[in-house]
């Protein structure tokens, strides 16, 4: 059993990395890495992994995923590293989840079980931290699947967009760079639209994963009028944000 660092920083305990190492090794190299982890190098020294998935519904005790996007940013740059796949769900296709993402219960028929891919999407994700709108929801299923599949959960920080917008609106009004808006939409689409930034399909994992990472690069750049320099100062930004696992 690999021991865990003694002596977290206020950074670790406040994003609850101080653990006992998990028995499976995949997990244990992934809770290691995070054990010890450096924030206040460069944000451009980070390498980020923007994920989305597409549900049967949003209880993670009894809905599935019927698919995962994702998208590398290196160098605050996007890259053209992406990962998608649709995963066939143990129970039916509710009709409903059809309609939002217009996945059918035919496209699914000889697609891969979540068991099957989540190696592999466990390893394109590597070292990156997690991003993505609503992460929460996201992580809620993906960590289902890891104490399914590994036997528990990811110790990888993400950061969620949904949050940062609303920091990034707040600090806004507080400017008096723009009138306070209780009616601010905080979905991805409509605050890509409000940015101005490219469009793109929406419901469909890796075309979500792509929106999210452009409003990612928006907000880091935008927040603190661009003072955002190490991964300390975005945690710092929003201190009373939390990061989940």
Known sequence: MIAAATTP????????????????????????YFSDFDQDR?????EFCVVDTELTGLSSRT????????????NLSITANSYYSLVAPKGELPK????????TPEM???????????PEFMNFCGHSLIVGHNIGLDMSFLNRAGTDILGGKLSTPCIDTMRLSQIYQ????????????????YQLYDLSNRYGLPSFNQHNALYDAMQTAYLFLFLVKKLRSGGIKTLRDLYLAGRSWRWYF
């Open 170 to 185: 707040q600090e806004l009004w507080e400017n008096y760079y723009d009138q306070f808006d209780g009616q601010v939409s």
């Open 108 to 118: 699914l028929k000889d697609a891969p079980r979540l068991r099957t891919i989540f």
């Open 63 to 74: 809905d599935e995923i019927v698919s995962i996007g994702a998208v590398r940013i290196k």
């Open 42 to 46: 460069p944000l451009a020294d980070y």
């Open 9 to 32: 920083s206020f950074i670790d305990r406040a994003l609850g990395l101080f653990r006992h190492p998990p028995e499976n090794p995949v997990l244990r190299e992934n809770a290691e």
């Open 96 to 103: 409903l989840s059809t309609m939002i993402h217009r996945i």
